[in-house]
């Protein structure tokens, strides 16, 4: 199975090269992203790519992860900070239509929707939405990996910050987790040459 090797293959870069990824390998991973699963199917995260220098500049203020401003791209997980009746209505409507369904023919599923999630406060809708991201980032890395290109996931960094800059809060956003892309600098990064350490699968792991 070639993804074990690409899994294998893949670390935690620490220093990039100068060198950019290709906009048709970026492309791959963020339809990879798009096509992840989510909980009931309605994506409660939107994924910002950003390349400017001189906003991953400001991003980086005040986080220990150099990897926000030296990588060629750094992709932001921004999950909802609520989850609103309008929204499950209009993605509801956009699941019936791309699967050539009559209009209504979804009301019962909407319905479940709209009553779960109007009954959770909006640090509820927030907390669940920062998980369902972080499939996405899973995703990420795998897809990241069979292109070989280089990751890093990252809590490491001021989500206020990336707020304000970014703009999320008024578009009913926050930052939940980042991941940084690039090519690893195999000389000058100490972790490129380390051997990958995980547990035995028999201590990893149990069947029943």
Not at 21 to 36: F, G, H, P, R
Not at 111 to 140: C, M, R
Not at 184 to 206: C, G, H, Q, W
């Amino acid at each position: 199975m070639e993804l074990i090797n690409n899994l294998k293959w893949r670390y935690a870069v620490k220093k990039y090269s100068e060198e950019l990824i290709s906009e048709n390998k970026i492309d791959q991973i963020i339809e990879a992203i798009n096509l992840t699963a989510s909980s009931c199917g309605i994506q409660p995260y939107r994924l910002i790519v950003v390349t400017n220098p001189e906003i991953r500049e400001k991003l980086a203020e005040g986080s220990f992860n150099s990897q926000i401003k030296a990588s060629s791209h750094l992709l932001v997980f921004a999950a909802f900070n609520k989850i609103t009746s309008e929204y499950i209505a209009d993605y509801v409507a956009m699941m019936e239509e791309q699967r050539n369904m009559e209009i209504g023919g979804l009301n019962d599923f909407k319905d479940v929707l709209i009553s779960h999630f109007s009954t959770q406060t909006p640090e509820q809708n927030a907390i669940w939405s920062s998980k369902q991201s972080y499939i996405g980032l899973g995703t990420a890395l795998i897809a990241a990996a069979e292109l070989k290109v280089d990751a890093t996931p990252m809590e490491g960094f001021n989500p206020e910050t990336f707020n304000e800059v970014l703009g999320l809060t008024e578009k009913n956003l926050h930052a939940s987790v980042i991941l940084s892309l690039g090519y690893r600098d195999a000389e000058n990064d100490y972790l490129a040459s380390m051997s990958k350490v995980r547990l035995p699968i028999d201590e990893f792991s149990t069947k029943l």
